[in-house]
């Protein structure tokens, strides 16, 4: 499979994930501008696929810049940077990415504009290759959570489309799938942009991992049945004190795993991870337009101008989180204490 993102010369080669599973389309970016709005609307998405395209589109947008001898370049970066970074506003993994660009540029800016280019574009690809690791990392960590046999419920596309490659919370399945466990998925569709639906069932049936796709209102119907052993979902941005923001109907699913002791997990990089919010309350949450809830596969379902509200996210309380997986291990409560440590 063609990975989510890919650097070809001097492109940024996506796959439309706004198409699949009907169409396998590739978006070639060669500006910066063009990076930022193929997030915007989620040509890309997940958060850590996120945070590696807008590190490419620094790269790019620096690429672009003239070489007039002499003249300073902070302004250009700084207005790249803030582009980029005002795309979307909750993956916390774009602005660890940015942040990690920054520092190249502050790093090599004294020795002129191709050492900062070639700097900046080894960076992003050294961000590529280390989400890659991770999520393997993560994906060992997590399948020791699993038991043959079992019924795993996602939420959304926490897979390889949403990262480098392999996944995080599909890392783990993966990842139990390779150490021999008959693993079956249960797919939520992921209303309103059917992550799971479109891109999940994809995913994992290219890889023949079972898959069943229900919709969002079935999970706690099947968990009560006692047909879902685990819920792994991945996140978008985790407090310190472990509250988990990620894609808006996970907060529905961990009240419904905790009511019928169903374990129910997170895995993500550490990047993921916000030290500087002490919890939930402070992440941003993203408001998206009205026509992803009024409609469904571009066709309308509703009155075209009934009122809408639309958060992309929610935020998990961290007494609903049985344990979060990253690559440097699984972390139990307390988050506060067991989160940073390896
Ligand atoms: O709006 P999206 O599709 O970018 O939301 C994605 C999610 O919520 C994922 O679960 C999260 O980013 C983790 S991806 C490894």
Redesign the pocket.
């Known amino acids: 499979m063609l990975p989510a993102i890919a650097w070809r010369g001097r492109s940024l080669v996506m796959i439309d994930q706004r198409k699949l599973p009907g169409q396998e389309v590739y978006v070639h970016c060669r500006t910066y501008i063009q990076v930022a709005q193929a997030i915007e609307k989620?040509v890309v998405?997940?958060?850590?696929a996120?945070g590696i395209a807008a590190a490419y589109g620094l790269a790019l947008g620096v690429m672009a810049l003239g070489a007039e001898s002499g003249r300073s370049i902070d302004r250009d970066f700084e207005r790249i940077y803030l582009r980029l970074e005002r795309t979307r506003p909750t993956?916390r993994n774009l602005f660890w990415a940015l942040e990690r660009m920054k520092a190249v540029y502050d790093r090599t800016r004294a020795e002129g504009l191709k050492a900062v280019r070639t700097a900046l574009l080894d960076e992003a690809k050294a961000i590529e290759q280390e989400d890659a690791d991770i999520n393997r990392a993560i994906g060992r960590y997590g399948q020791a959570l699993l038991a043959d046999g079992w019924t795993v419920l996602t939420h959304?596309?926490?897979g390889a489309l949403?990262?480098a490659e392999y996944?995080?919370?599909l890392g783990v399945v993966r990842a139990a799938a390779a150490e021999g466990k008959r693993i079956k998925v249960f797919a939520d569709e992921t209303r309103p942009?059917l992550?799971g639906a479109r891109l999940t069932v994809w995913e994992l049936d290219r890889d023949g991992i079972p898959v069943v796709l229900i919709t969002d209102s079935m999970a706690g119907w099947f968990m009560r049945r006692g047909e879902i052993q685990a819920v792994v979902?991945?996140?978008?941005r985790i407090a310190r004190n472990g509250d988990t923001a990620?894609?808006i109907g996970t907060y529905t699913v961990a009240v419904l795993a905790k009511e019928n002791r169903v374990p129910f997990y997170v895995a993500?990089p550490t990047s993921t991870i916000d030290l500087a919010l002490a919890d939930g309350a402070g992440i941003p949450i993203e408001e998206r337009g009205p026509d992803e809830v009024r409609t469904v596969g571009g066709r309308l379902v509703t009155l075209p101008d009934a009122e809408v509200r639309n958060p992309?996210?929610d935020v998990t309380p961290a007494a609903y989180i049985t344990a979060i997986v990253t690559e440097r291990g699984v972390h139990r409560p307390p988050y506060e204490k067991n989160l940073g440590k390896g």
Do not use: E, H, L
């Open positions: 989620m998405r997940g958060a850590p996120i993956a959304c596309n926490a949403a990262t996944g995080t919370a942009f992550q979902v991945g996140a978008d990620n894609k993500a992309a996210f």
